[in-house]
């Protein structure tokens, strides 16, 4: 069965530190990777997605993500964090044919120290 | 130019009630979707339609129909509301592989 685990519920980093979030996922092919990002009381946006090629993938906001086959991974990664940054974090996967059912982590709250 | 509209933004209600919730997008997408999400931020897709047809139906109890009367619309009604459905329930539509989220609507079942 497909399934995401982010391992991480809750994270905190002081502003202007580097963030990294993690993501594993099981799956029976490669699967189609995102990470969408909810502020409190907000809807889902999404941040960057993956499908093919390069496995480094950029977003918005300065977010970056790693594909890696092998470690059946896909971490989110930031330089240097805002204040703005404190939100709920999802991954999801979705079939290589299209995103007709996505499987979502169960999240990571990530807050900011100033 | 609101890409996913949902009404309403917050739903308080009892127990037994009946309940609609409305989705509209404007991105001419051929699929929708409803997922729930509940105390525990835990997403969970309920139902998907491509071009007013159901494509998928996960487990969901029979109080909860999706109506689609055109494919820009995908609407979510609840019968007999229950203190359990009390979540937050995301529209999302998609023209291939990237789903697109509406704001929520927030249901409180008292």
């Known amino acids: 069965a497909q399934s995401v685990t982010q391992p991480d519920i809750h994270i905190t980093v002081s502003e202007g530190a580097s963030l990294e979030l993690r993501c594993n996922y099981s799956y029976g092919a490669t699967p189609y990777l995102f990470w969408y990002v909810q502020s409190p009381g907000q809807g889902l946006q999404l941040l960057l997605k993956y499908f093919s090629g390069d496995t480094l993938v950029q977003g918005i906001k300065g977010f970056e993500a790693e594909f890696k086959r092998s470690q059946s991974s896909f971490n989110l990664r930031k330089p240097s964090v805002h204040w703005s940054d404190a939100a709920e974090y999802f991954c999801?996967?979705?079939?290589?044919?299209?995103?007709?059912?996505?499987?979502f982590g169960q999240g990571t709250r990530l807050t900011i120290n100033p | 130019d609101t890409a996913v509209s949902q009404t309403p933004k917050y739903l308080v209600t009892q127990m037994g009630n009946d309940k609609s919730i409305k989705c509209e997008q404007n991105?001419?997408?051929?699929?929708m979707y409803w997922y729930k999400q509940d105390s525990k931020k835990f997403l969970k897709i309920m139902f998907s339609?491509?071009?007013?047809?159901?494509?998928i139906n996960e487990t969901v109890p029979n109080r909860f129909s999706p109506k689609s009367p055109d494919k820009a619309h995908l609407n979510l009604h609840i019968n007999s509301l229950e203190l359990g459905d009390s979540a937050v329930y995301f529209c999302?539509?998609?023209?291939?592989?990237?789903?697109?989220f509406g704001p929520g609507t927030r249901l409180l079942v008292l």
């Open positions: 999302a539509s998609t023209s291939r592989e990237t789903q697109y």
């Open positions: 991105l001419g997408h051929d699929t």
């Open positions: 339609y491509n071009n007013k047809e159901l494509i």
């Open positions: 999801a996967v979705g079939p290589p044919q299209g995103a007709q059912k996505l499987v």
